[in-house]
């Protein structure tokens, strides 16, 4: 029995020395692990031209939002996109995936749970409708024209918690942003997370960020991360 007390006493110790409680400790190995996929943007007009991916850029700013929070443990994202490649995921399946690949894509990454997601809104609007062209009198930015005139910028986005053993949707969250003010409208080439063609810059960086639409982007993120971070007690 004395073995035993200086045992529990001896474990308590250490992590006390560590800096962290028991307590803390059982509940950080016990967070579980979610893959989150690229977002899907079908429905949205590719009015920014180009061929970059905003779903890689929106699930990007997931993954940072949700680490930073600690309730998840996430895959790395050169991992996922490996195992994505090799699975022959395609974007048409990002939004909804068949159970069959969830499952093997589940299987593959080691986890539980995937997170797919939709983007539903992403636009900006100014009084001369001219994002782009010759409408702003301004500068050109990583590709993309910029101008300090008024103007409204809307992104609003759906992500899904789905358990891979089943297929079962274990959770929804929604968020929508907008940001109205006289600034900037666009943040460069509106590249996603690795930064895209032509110079564009990253949905991370400064200058994406400091942008109405950046800001837009920053909320509607922001309150599905809030959102996830709620749904933990329904996973097991």
Known sequence: MRKVLW????????????????????????????AIIDFDFGSVNNWW??????????????????????????????KLDTIMAEQNFSNSDRADPSAAAVAKMGKALGV??????????????????????????????????VGKQEGKATVAITARIIDVSTGEIMASAKGEGMSKRSGMLLGGGLAGGGGGAGGGVSMGSSDYRESILGEATELAVKQVVDKLVAARSRLE
Request: cysteine-free; glycine content about 18%.
């Open 7 to 34: 045992s529990v006493v001896a474990v308590a110790v250490f992590f006390l020395a560590a800096g962290v409680s028991p307590a803390a400790a059982q509940a950080k190995s016990s967070r579980p692990t979610v």
């Open 49 to 78: 031209g180009g061929n970059w991916d905003i779903g890689k850029g929106i699930a990007d700013l997931l993954v940072d939002g949700l680490l930073e929070d600690g309730t998840y443990r996430l895959i790395e994202r050169k």
């Open 112 to 145: 539980k749970y995937m997170v797919v997601g939709t983007i539903t809104k992403f636009g900006t609007e100014e009084s001369k409708k001219s994002i782009g062209g010759g409408g702003f009198g301004g500068r050109f930015l990583g590709g993309a024209k």
